[in-house]
């Protein structure tokens, strides 16, 4: 129960993430989260939408473990997208901002932890 909670958490950050990087990309909202320049954002603006488009499918993963009917394909399912979630999370936290890390990879980590010791 507690993991499903953590990785229903982890796929709304990601859907959060999803509508940062294709709707409000531009807007003050988005620029305020990723801490860029109009100029930069509008520069930008479909790449981010192609990144918004990978956070989604990882979104999309998550959901499908938590809606699958099969509980042992269904744990599977969680723990491919929760450790897709946590290197995409290190590999943000390396080479864009740290505080990916803990937007990104310490919940994902936490949610495999619940996962693997439900």
Same mark, same amino acid.
């Given at each position: 129960m507690i993991a499903n909670i953590l990785i229903g958490l982890v796929a709304l950050i990601h859907i959060y993430i999803v509508f940062l990087e294709m709707v409000w990309w531009t807007t003050p909202r988005g620029q305020k989260a990723f801490d860029l320049?109009?100029? %930069? +954002?509008?520069?930008?603006?479909?790449? +981010?939408?192609?990144q918004g488009l990978y956070?989604? %499918?990882?979104?999309?993963?998550l959901i499908w473990g938590l809606v699958h009917p099969h509980p042992a394909f269904a744990w599977q399912i969680k723990l491919f997208f929760l450790a897709c979630v946590a290197i995409a999370g290190l590999y943000g936290a390396a080479t864009a901002s740290r505080k990916i890390l803990f937007i990104q990879t310490?919940?994902?980590v936490l949610a495999i932890l619940a996962l693997v010791l439900a």
């Open positions: 320049t109009p100029e %930069f +954002a509008q520069e930008t603006k479909v790449l +981010a939408g192609n956070n989604g %499918f990882l979104a999309a993963g310490v919940p994902a």
